[in-house]
């Protein structure tokens, strides 16, 4: 069984910056991919983010490009969402998912290719 708590989020103007972790359980931790999504009041499930288990390769929604970076903390089994220059748009509930491929390296912007997922943390950005 995997667990996945995602924390950080919060309330922030326009501007402003948030960072978000997701900590993870139950699973070797290091050998698999991580992803961030996001989901907006009646939109689907957005891709924003992706890591590959060593760390080494990232990968970005062009929407956020430029602005948020992903990284993982293996020896803390924890993956983060640093989000800055945050703008309205960027309101949504963030969830963390582990990729299902054990040691591949892709980096997946598909949400079918994730099966666990954390419960999400609320993000508003105030214009």
């Known amino acids: 069984q995997v667990q996945l708590v995602e924390s950080g989020g919060g309330l922030v103007q326009a501007g402003g910056s948030l960072r978000l972790s997701c900590a993870a359980s139950?699973?070797?931790?290091?050998?698999?991919?991580m992803g961030w999504f996001r989901q907006a009041p009646g939109k689907e499930r957005e891709f924003v983010a992706a890591?590959?288990?060593?760390?080494?390769?990232?990968y970005y929604a062009d929407s956020v490009k430029g602005r948020f970076t992903i990284s993982r903390s293996n020896a803390k089994n924890t993956v983060y969402l640093q989000m800055n220059s945050l703008k309205a748009e960027d309101t949504a509930v963030y969830y963390c998912a582990v990729d299902a491929d054990r040691g591949s390296s892709r980096l997946s912007g598909s949400r079918y290719e994730y099966d666990y997922w954390g419960q999400g943390t609320q993000v508003t950005v105030s214009s």
């Open positions: 139950g699973r070797t931790f290091s050998s698999y991919g």
């Open positions: 890591i590959n288990w060593r760390g080494g390769s990232t």
